[in-house]
Structures are given as C-alpha cells and as structure tokens.
C-alpha cells in the first residue's frame, strides 16, 4: 500500500511554492500588456506603406522640373501669368495628378482645361479626405455657378449629383 508522498495526484513542493507567488487576482491573459503603437509609429507604418504601395503599382517618383512647374502654378495662382504657366504645364507634361494643383487649376480660363481637370479629380476623389472632398464639392458649387459655358455647367452639376 502507497504512502500519502507517494500519490502521484500531489503536486510537488516546487508547483506548490509557484501557485502561493502568483495572486488569484490577477489575469493570467497578458493582453493588456501588449504593445500599443504611439502616433510616430502608425504615421511611419502609413508613411511605409505608401512607398510599398507606389512600388508596386509602378508609379515612379516625379522629375524635379516636374515638381518645380507644378510649384510655379501655385505661385502664379491669381496672377496674370496663371493661365500661361497652367497653359505650358499640360504641353510638357498632361494633367497633372496632385489633388492641390488641379483645385487650383479650377480657376484656368479655358473650359477645355477646366472639364479635363473635374474628370481627373472626379477620379481622385475616393483617395481624398473628408475635408479635401468638402472643399471639392464646394469649388465645383462655385464653377457650377459661375460658368457661362453649358456643357461645363452641366458637367459640373453631374459630378455634384454624384459627390
């Protein structure tokens, strides 16, 4: 007949002294001690993203000319030399895919211009932010009510059904 040490149900010494240093309190499921990511690292993993995102879809990184013309229209935004510089823009390089740009180029006088860049923004428009897509509805309100061209007119008023 075993001995009360002998029983094989009987946790030993060393399992004993575990449970009395843990508390009964306390979760044992540490998933409230998990990493939370801070606002530096979900901006450098959206940041990361975007670049894996341009290497696969192929698009390439733009010439610096590029980027200095697209600047140039910024600058002469309201002056005389808008249309012109607009103008050379789309000779050298179409319409251009910046959200800021084709706002701006809204004001161009040429209706031509004007309809080109509405269809690309109306492409662009679901890549947008809330507020960029409100500031959009309302520019397209303001060329809607402005234009003397028909067809522009009835293009603009489309594209405001749809937003």
């Known amino acids: 007949?075993?001995?009360f040490d002998d029983r094989e149900d009987r946790p030993s010494w060393s399992e004993i002294d575990k449970r009395k240093d843990r508390s009964n309190h306390l979760k044992t499921d540490k998933s409230e001690f998990t990493h939370r990511p801070s606002v530096q690292e979900e901006w450098a993993k959206k940041q990361y993203l975007k670049e894996i995102d341009k290497l696969f879809t192929?698009?390439?990184?733009e010439p610096a000319e590029q980027k200095k013309a697209r600047k140039a229209i910024a600058q002469h935004y309201g002056s005389g030399k808008f249309n012109s510089t607009v103008n050379q823009y789309i000779?050298?390089?179409d319409v251009p895919r910046d959200w800021g740009t084709l706002i701006l180029m809204l004001d161009h006088k040429d209706v031509k211009i004007v309809m080109k860049?509405?269809?690309t923004l109306r492409e662009l428009v679901h890549e947008s932010s809330a507020a960029e897509k409100e500031g959009f509805k309302s520019r397209v309100?303001?060329?809607a009510m402005t234009t003397d061209n028909d067809a522009l007119q009835e293009r603009a008023e489309e594209l405001l059904k749809e937003l």
Do not use: Q
């Open 58 to 61: 192929g698009r390439k990184e």
């Open 91 to 93: 000779k050298k390089y």
């Open 117 to 119: 860049t509405l269809d």
């Open 1 to 3: 007949m075993g001995t």
């Open 141 to 143: 309100k303001i060329v």
